[in-house]
């Protein structure tokens, strides 16, 4: 095989040129379909995320807008039913003072007798209308630690605060005598006051003491009517209201919450189920014609790159095991070829053992 390559002439050199031109032309191919097949690659991947991505988007704003739906219906049943437990508290409360009304109606009654009676006998008995209020009578007729209370307080102004006030307003700095003085001062004005007054309740002490028992049974009345207030307002029975109506509307808007809220669940239950389902196969379906053309034409490009790939391989084996052995792989190179072939064709050599001969030469002695 050897002397037969390396005794061949043009026509020889014109089988290995195009031998190693196709090889050339697998090689250069071979590199620009595996660029196409990753770019293709590429290109199919990036339209599978963008349908994945567009699947992910739509079902969210789907299920979103489901969710909207519903809670919307259930907000407006919501504020129906605050509505109306509003109207029903304020109904309560209304019946509620109605009652506590209606049941305190005869103390109020009586009370507004006594005070009338009680305003009459200082009218009788020519008692200053001064003297007809708590103060007067807790200091003069005391009875129970309300009154014990107002009497110490009493003591306290008389005989502290005012004292000490006009000591400090007009007298400051001016020695303990100013305020020995003050205090002196204000017993003279007070006591004076006290044992003046005092004169009026032996004068009408009877009269007075008429008085007193009214207004103490007054102040027992009102002590009733805030025990019947308490007891009223602690009732949790609501059956003397008439609420009825009230509790029944309510009752409907809280069935249709939960009736919403059920509806709701299995919605999204069903969304999640089914309808998530067929928003991807639409996308899916919507697509599927440029991600199939994409699909279609990288496999064009991969099949072509398989055929030219095996032809490569075969033409590499067959340069490798017919021609590089006897020739050298240095001159397996289309312009070391065309080389031999101008050397042939000059008359430099007759054959291609020559024509390496002259070339190799030629190349040294240059």
Known sequence: ??????????????????????????????????????QMEKSISKKENAIEDEIKKVTRQRKTQLEAAFDEQIDTV???????????????????????????????SEDEELHLAGKSV?????????????????????????????????????????????????????????????????????????????????????????????????????????KIKRQIMKDKDESHYELGDFDQEIENYKQAVNELMEQKIKALREFDNATAEEIKQQIIATNEETLQSLKTEYQEVYDQGKENLEKLNRLSVKISTEYEGVIGKEFLTLPKLELMEEAINAGNASNIAEAMTYITSTSQTE
């Open 122 to 226: 200082f009218k009788q008995e020519k008692i200053p209308f001064l003297y007809n209020n708590r103060l007067f009578f807790a200091l003069y007729f005391p009875s129970g630690i309300g009154d014990a209370g107002i009497i110490l307080l009493t003591l306290v102004i008389a005989f502290f605060a005012i004292p000490f006030g006009l000591y400090y307003a007009f007298f400051e700095g001016m020695g303990m005598l100013y305020l020995a003085l003050s205090y002196m001062g204000v017993i003279l004005v007070f006591g004076g006051i006290y044992l003046t007054v005092g004169k009026t309740k032996y004068k009408h002490l009877e009269a007075l003491h008429r008085v007193r028992a009214m207004r103490r049974s007054i102040q027992e009345s009102k002590k009733r009517q805030r």
């Open 1 to 38: 095989m050897e002397s037969s390559v390396l005794k061949g002439g043009i026509q020889e050199i014109a089988v290995i040129k195009e031998n190693v031109a196709e090889l050339d032309n697998c090689i250069e191919q071979n590199a620009l379909l595996r660029d196409r097949e990753i």
């Open 78 to 108: 919501s504020v129906k039913l605050k509505n109306v437990e509003s109207n029903k508290e304020k109904a309560k409360k209304k019946a509620i003072m109605q009652r506590i009304d209606m049941e305190t109606a005869d103390f109020r």
